[in-house]
């Protein structure tokens, strides 16, 4: 199937959207999905997998096991993922971290959350995210020149790098 | 209940909307794609529960919709008012809805992810939208065990959401860049800012009505409040360029003729296919913000967007229609409301 968009290259990514009232299909090649803004994680996977594949040719004696390690959760096995470009579970993330991970690098940049915890959330994560805030507070109030609360604020943060 | 998109808002002749969105998961379900139809009942059972049980002033505002009772073009028009994705209507076996009264809030359950909480509010307003989100957030949070790791932040169906799972959006309407040409030398530009413009009607290179989205594509390793202020930043730059291109074209007669011809249309037109509909309303609505047009209050012309989209069209008048039936009844829906905005030439006599 050709791309709708160019017309040339092979389509690899299929987004669904509405024309006229009806539900329909674009389809996209890569080059095109990225110049309109589609995240193209198939093709991203597809070239790690590739490389994942090219490892293990190399000889490995781990091929094998590694090749068939399954998630114990859902039943995913890393080729699953990344011929679906869908992850199966939150448990998914941990067995495959490492084999995700280069393609996590590549479409963020970074590999460290940095934002909202989730009440499940580790006391460690919780505790580092906590003194961040109240160190912002203390640089606003500072700048306010608020010192009473800046005060308050510096005690606060004393007493959790204590107890940390 | 006045909908969202009845209004207008800051920056309102460029941004017609801002779009907070998260992606939650729970912890001890598999995600959708791995789901048969009878666990992702469960699901939406307990997401519905924890909403509408839940301890929040807007948990008696919310109605629930089983997506599988809604006839085809009842759920078309849901994704024409923005209200869910093409996705989520494509196959809408175990999946529901949560739709607060005034369609400004709306929770999918079992799109790509169990949960997709989504704010919309009429303007630029990011903060006021992120607001309300993160309050149904932090409440789903308290009753359900939502996937979170320490490192990757909330866990997702795609990697692309990991991390804080928001998708902050802006709809932005740009005919003047568009007809300038400009918009692929600016979307090259975004993209390397970790932002992604894109048509909101059409791929091509020029969407219908010149409306087009854009939002934050990075997730992960950047904090909420740092992702909307960049994407805000660089939404104000936008509008800076926009309503210049605008203020230059407008020295052309044949964009003002243009202007003028799509306001004649609105008002005696008969027939009206969508695609011409939102040419014209575009043109129109780029003439109220340039003053050529008398000042017709932009959220008429919001609301015409979405009211003349074929599936919200049909669901309005209650009945399937052929697309000429479509097209009449499409101008009729547009004539008689333009026809209702000749005040402002009394307004000049009175003056
Ligand atoms: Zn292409
Ligand atoms: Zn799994």
């Known amino acids: ?164 | 209940m006045d909908k969202w998109y009845n209004k207008s808002g800051n920056e309102g002749d460029v941004v017609i909307s801002t779009r907070i969105r998260f992606a939650r998961n729970l912890k001890e379900y598999p995600f959708p794609c791995r789901l048969n139809d009878e666990t992702k009942c469960k699901v939406a059972a307990l997401v519905k529960d924890a909403i509408l049980n839940g301890n929040s002033a807007l948990a008696s505002r919310f109605e629930y919709i089983q997506m599988p009772e809604l006839t085809q073009e009842e759920a078309v028009s849901l994704v024409e008012r923005h209200l869910v994705s093409p996705e989520f209507i494509s196959d809408r076996q175990g999946r529901g809805l949560l739709l607060l009264d005034d369609e400004s809030v709306s929770v999918m359950i079992n799109e790509e992810d169990h949960i997709r909480i989504q704010v919309m509010h009429q303007g630029l307003d990011l903060a006021a939208a992120y607001d309300i989100a993160d309050k149904i957030d932090t409440l789903l949070d308290e009753r359900l065990n939502f996937a979170f790791n320490d490192k990757l932040g909330y866990l997702t169906q795609c990697p692309t959401n990991l991390g804080t799972g928001m998708r902050a959006s802006l709809m932005l309407h740009l005919p003047g860049l568009q007809q300038s040409k400009a918009m692929n030398r600016i979307a090259s530009t975004l993209s390397k800012l970790g932002l992604v413009l894109r048509g909101m009607y059409g791929e091509g290179s020029e969407p219908k009505g010149a409306l087009y989205q854009l939002s934050n594509q990075v997730t992960l390793g950047i904090s909420e409040e740092q992702a909307m202020s960049n994407l805000r930043d660089v939404a104000l730059q936008l509008v800076a360029q926009e309503r210049e291109a605008r203020n230059n074209l407008t020295k052309n007669i044949e964009v003002v003729d243009a202007i003028s011809r799509s306001y004649g249309l609105s008002r005696y037109a008969r027939l009206m296919s969508n695609e011409e509909c939102m040419k014209l309303l575009s043109n129109i609505r780029f003439g109220i913000a340039t003053g050529i047009i008398d000042k017709i209050d932009f959220d008429i012309i919001n609301r015409l967007m979405i009211e003349t989209q074929p599936a919200t069209l049909m669901k309005n008048v209650g009945k399937k229609l052929s697309p000429s039936e479509r097209d009449r009844i499409r101008a009729d829906v547009v004539r008689s409301t333009m026809l209702k905005t000749n005040i402002p030439n009394n307004r000049r006599l009175e003056n």
Do not use: W
């Not at chain 1, 160019?6 to 329909?24: F, V």
């Open chain 1, 1 to 164: 199937m050709l791309c709708q968009s160019c017309g040339q290259n092979q389509a690899t990514t299929h987004i669904k959207t509405i024309i006229n009232g009806e539900l329909a299909e674009v389809n996209l090649c890569r080059e095109c999905a990225q110049k309109l803004g589609y995240n193209s994680f198939f093709g991203n996977f597809g070239m790690d997998f590739d490389k994942f594949l090219g490892s293990l040719m190399g000889g490995n004696e781990s091929r094998t096991l590694k090749s068939r390690k399954r998630c114990n959760c859902c039943g995913s096995t890393f080729e699953d993922i990344a011929k679906s470009g869908k992850v199966g579970c939150a448990n998914c993330y941990d067995i495959f971290y490492d084999e995700l991970l280069p393609s996590i690098q590549r479409i963020h940049g970074k590999t460290v959350h940095i934002g909202k915890l989730a009440k499940s959330a580790g006391s460690e994560v919780k505790m580092k995210s906590t003194l961040a805030k109240l160190k912002e507070e203390l640089t606003a109030a500072i700048k306010e020149q608020e010192f009473e609360k800046a005060a308050k604020l510096r005690d606060q943060i004393k007493e959790l790098e204590a107890k940390g």
